[in-house]
């Protein structure tokens, strides 16, 4: 049976993640995992894809605050409360793709100045707070009774992101170079299945937490950044378009969403689970043909 091996927040979008042994289950994702995210002047989302250097930001959890610190300049760590209160911060609309308004919450001034120094451009911290329900991506998920799509952070479309272990070393038998899991920034990491087996997983069960497959992830040029370095190349979606590519989409991970809204403050995920999956569907790819020892670039 499979078991979770890895457990990943990342609370600034597209910022360092942080592995965690435990993590808390929200409906939008895990307990402050992309709560905050940095946006240009006029309100549009920055990720890695337009600003490599954010590869190079790292970020801690200490005290209920939030930590970050630029590889080059350790030194210079701005703090931050985890929760920031509300009440207390200004609204500012942003913009996440071309034509989504999220309402979120400017941090502060001394956060604007901190990241615009770091990355060389002007931008903005902003946090999502409670009452903002961003929908996920429309046609694949199911609404609730009352129409309403569930809910997610700032991450790019879904809750949470599953990969296999097995499918990260099975990719890496074909690349000239592996690659580690952070390329791919999942917030689920399961080993004991075998590669792409996550694909077909409809339905499956952490202990007494339902949750379902949506889709698989199409995967974009953020894969191809080294986050230790910050420096870009072609791999590994090069390798991957190779067979992995479906209607010009290149595919690895799942994402995920609970399978209810109603849970309790004590919903966890814990490093060491088991993972059952209770319902499978066909996948969109079929598994690739095992690789012979000829075939394996990385031997």
Known sequence: MPTISALYLYPIKSLGGIAVQEATVTPRGFRYDRRFMLVDTHGLFITQRSNHHMALIDVAIRNDQLLVWHRHRPDQVLELPLTPPADTLIPLPVTIWDSEDVPA?????????????????????????????????????????????????????????????????????????????????????????????????????VGELDFYGVKPCARCVLTTIDPATGETGKEPLRTLSTFRQWKHKILFGQNVLTATDDLSASAQLSVGQAVEVTSRTTPWLAAPAPLSSSENLTA
């Open 105 to 205: 919450l400017a941090v502060s001034d001394e956060a604007d100045r901190w990241f615009t120094n770091a990355l060389g451009k002007p931008c903005r911290l902003v946090y999502m707070p409670d009452s903002t329900h961003r929908s996920v991506e429309p046609g694949y998920a199911r609404p609730d009774e009352t129409g309403r799509l569930p809910a997610v952070s700032f991450a790019d479309g879904y809750p949470y992101l599953l990969i296999g272990q097995a499918s990260l070393d099975e990719l890496n038998r074909r690349l000239p170079e592996p690659v580690t899991m952070q390329r791919f920034r999942p917030n689920i990491v399961v080993s004991g299945s075998e590669p792409y087996d996550e694909d077909s997983w409809s339905q499956f069960r």
